[in-house]
T-cell receptor
Framework: DQQVKQNSPSLSVQEGRISILNCDYT??????FLWYKKYPAEGPTFLIS?????DKNEDGRFTVFLNKSAKHLSLHIVPSQPGDSAVYFCAAVREGGSEKLVFGKGTKLTVNP | NAGVTQTPKFQVLKTGQSMTLQCAQD?????MSWYRQDPGMGLRLIHY???????DQGEVPNGYNVSRSTTEDFPLRLLSAAPSQTSVYFC?????????????FGEGSRLTVL
């Protein structure tokens, strides 16, 4: 049973526009959420995170929104740049609990010049 | 700082052969883990360790063994390789998964089993 779901395998946007990547989770025990970015032939790198006590976290062009009641989070990239083209993974963990970070299947973002 | 170092980067095995994927980190992280990435499957946890001498299974542990004799090293062993183990393997470490959740990943090891 997939606990973290990224239902869009791919997303294509124009440079300068907003990219919105979505993630849903089923385990209500998750209380810390992260986004990772992965370029081809490289390991994933941490991008941004959010704790369940918040509903929004910003870092430059990247903002993550959390809707706990809907068990949904989203990553907004504004403005999108060609260098943002990568696979984005959503991940979740229960703080203070099991040491297992659960990843979604990823969304491949392509930003067209 | 080297971060997380994985060796080898590429390996081709025949079915039934054994091998060890090496992982070392120089950040004094207690938490280390192994993931595999397959097309359409995302990153799946194989085994993890919360400190020297402590290991536990992840989502897909079958066919793999691990040990953690030092804080720095966390090797992944394939005892009898199968074609289903063809994948890209990532080692990752963290100061504390339940504190920040931020994992530092190696560059990956691409394994092909014929």
């Amino acid at each position: 049973d997939q606990q973290v779901k990224q239902n869009s395998p791919s997303l294509s946007v124009q440079e300068g526009r907003i990219s919105i990547l979505n993630c849903d989770y089923t385990n209500s025990m998750f209380d810390y959420f992260l986004w990772y970015k992965k370029y081809p032939a490289e390991g994933p790198t941490f991008l941004i995170s959010i704790s369940s006590i918040k509903d929004k976290n910003e870092d430059g062009r990247f903002t993550v929104f959390l809707n706990k009641s809907a068990k949904h989070l989203s990553l907004h990239i504004v403005p999108s740049q060609p260098g943002d083209s990568a696979v984005y993974f959503c991940a979740a963990v229960r703080e203070g609990g099991s040491e297992k970070l659960v990843f979604g299947k990823g969304t491949k973002l392509t930003v067209n010049p | 700082n080297a971060g997380v170092t994985q060796t080898p980067k590429f390996q081709v095995l025949k079915t039934g052969q054994s091998m060890t994927l090496q992982c070392a980190q120089d950040m004094n992280h207690e938490y280390m883990s192994w993931y595999r990435q397959d097309p359409g499957m995302g990153l799946r946890l194989i085994h993890y360790s919360v400190g020297a001498g402590i290991t536990d299974q992840g989502e897909v542990p079958n066919g793999y063994n691990v040990s953690r004799s030092t804080t720095e090293d966390f090797p992944l062993r394939l005892l009898s390789a199968a074609p289903s183990q063809t994948s890209v393997y990532f080692c990752a470490s963290s100061y504390s998964l339940t504190y920040t959740g931020e994992l530092f990943f190696g560059e990956g090891s691409r394994l092909t089993v014929l």
